[in-house]
């Protein structure tokens, strides 16, 4: 008989997911699916507040990504006070930008040295006792050590813009509330080491050196892993610099050829449709000219880099160029690659930081933009995760009447689908018997798009991980827990 | 019922009170140089209306390391920086778990003995 293997939850993500593998008699893979259980509905519990309160209380979505929720809502306030993109003043925009870059960096070193790293340091077959953060910081204690300074430098910058290391109040309608003064800016760029942006930059470089190398010895594995063609979607500058704040939405296809580009996003309804499937509360975006079948795209970090002609700093550039010479400039369709892209984006992150702490205008006194109100505001950014949109409606009486939030996760729903697909047919297929190496080499397909489910369903609480093998009949054989 | 609690403690001179809204692996730097930790969060079954439970450091293993247990914040913190406070944690009871706003009153009431308790608990490790 036939049998199913579940696993529930996947480990060392953000948020609750299930796994489901069907096999029939024969061993082979009928079906898999990633599924996502919890419902939260952010989307309808807005409704009925005060416009202004959006950017404050949507961010609550979620612990590890608030500063992109918080700067999305805000982008689409702008436009809902009046204030177009690019209507901000210089304060306000750079003060946003520093804080999103922020989040960037310390959200990219936290996925890298705490989530993926026990997986390149142990591998997929090690003992799940060490197979985490505990074991980085047994074997590889530097390691462990610069993730968490990394993380808390991104953190302090994101206090220092947004008021709060978490759920912060910076981003209002039309601007910011608060600059940032020259003692602040320094105190950023000349404490001493490790914690200053120069020595930062430096970690993100070795960080992207230990991956390189690591890539070079083992070739075989992170190439052909869970690798598959895809679509890839973000933001890009107009002139098609990599540009995580705002921009204009591109597509390519797994060749490289553009099927959307130089998009307003105001209109991304026009080109994105989001499909709704019964047996997951996520959503499967996809573009509509491509349709449903077909239409499905990576957002994140592989994507951008896909997406994007140039890197704009010049530490990252150089090795964006790496990248993309690997390819022969195509597309990369390389799951693990994303770990790559990441850290590339890692090293970015600490140089536009450390360029932007240099600038005066974020010590101005102009903070507030001002414009004719609108009844509608969109608001796309590049969070760490990926393209995340968002979209409101107000009332006469400036009360929320619609809310549409497009997250990252959702985006990626599809490929972290044909990511769990691809190991389920090439490592747990045919096999006599199940391996706890085998179930996590499903989990490292799902993580290297550092997916938070917590967005992604606008989930709350605990979750607990369970994995079920079910037979054609829909009896459990088999159940493992984490 | 965290925020609640810090700001509540806030004006409080002998403490450092700081709100979280999941623990992370950045704590561990947190707690390393504090004398006493405790985490106070609302809990679903605890007694009513607090308890305060010491905990010891944990290589605590969870389906994520982006929200930590106050133990794995422990754990991580002895192998990190080779030390680690006396802690505690701060169980309030808590009633309604759905998206909303505002305690319960079962939790405005447990939420005020909570602070009783912290008081009793600052008196006795002042001793």
Known sequence: MGHKITIEPVTRIEGHGKVTVQLDDAGKVTQSRFHVVEFRGFERFV??????????????????????????????????????????TPTAEKMRRLMHYGQMFQSHALHF???????????????????????VVLKHKDLAVQGVLMRKFGQELIQATAGKKIHGTGAIPGGINKNLTLEERRAF?????????????????????????????????????????????????????????????????????RVLDDVDYADYLDHIGEEVKSWSYMKFPYLRSLGKENGWYRVGPLARLNTCDFIPSPLAQKEYEVFRKYTKGK??????????????????????IQSLLEDDDLSGTDLVAKGKKAKEGVGLIEAPRGTLFHHYRIDGDDRITMANLIVSTTNNNEPMNRAVHWVAKNVLENKPEITEGMLNRVEI?????????SCATHALGAMPLTVELVDAAGRTIEARSR | MGPRLAEAL???????????????????????????????????????????IPIEPEAALT??????????????????????????????????????????????????????LVEEFLSKISE
């Open chain 2, 63 to 116: 389906f994520t390391t982006h929200a930590l247990a106050p133990a794995a914040v422990l754990g991580l913190c002895r192998e990190l920086y080779g030390r680690t406070p006396r802690a505690y944690l701060l169980a309030v009871r808590g009633y309604d778990w759905e998206v909303g706003e505002g305690l319960s009153e079962g939790a405005e009431r447990n939420l005020a003995a909570s602070l009783a």
């Open chain 1, 331 to 352: 597309p990369n369709n390389m799951t693990l690659h994303t770990h790559w892209a990441r850290l590339i984006e890692l090293l970015h992150s600490g140089e536009v």
């Open chain 1, 445 to 453: 397909a799902i993580r290297a798009y550092d997916p938070c489910l």
């Open chain 1, 189 to 257: 760029l000349d404490a001493p080491d490790p914690m200053n942006a120069a020595k930062m930059v430096s970690w993100a470089q070795a960080a992207l050196d230990f991956f390189k190398d690591y890539h070079a010895k083992n070739r075989g594995l992170i190439d052909g892993f869970a690798a598959f063609p895809s679509n890839h979607l973000s933001l890009v500058r107009k002139d098609g610099a990599l540009d995580f704040y705002h921009g204009v939405l591109r597509a390519v296809d797994a060749g490289g050829k």
């Open chain 2, 10 to 52: 806030e004006g409080e001179g002998r403490i450092r009170a700081e709100f979280r809204y999941q623990l992370g692996v950045e704590d561990a730097l947190a707690v390393r140089d504090c004398d006493v930790v405790v985490f106070a969060d609302a809990s679903r079954t605890e007694e009513a209306p607090a308890s305060l």
């Open chain 1, 113 to 135: 040295f705490h989530l993926a790293s026990p997986d390149l340091l142990f591998g997929a077959d090690a003992d799940p006792a060490i197979r985490n953060v505990i074991g």
């Open chain 1, 47 to 88: 409704q009925g507040r005060p416009y202004w309160e959006a950017p404050v209380l949507v961010e609550r979505l979620c612990g590890i990504c608030p500063v992109s929720h918080h700067l999305a809502a805000a982008k689409a306030m702008d436009v809902i006070v009046g204030v177009r993109p690019g209507g901000l």
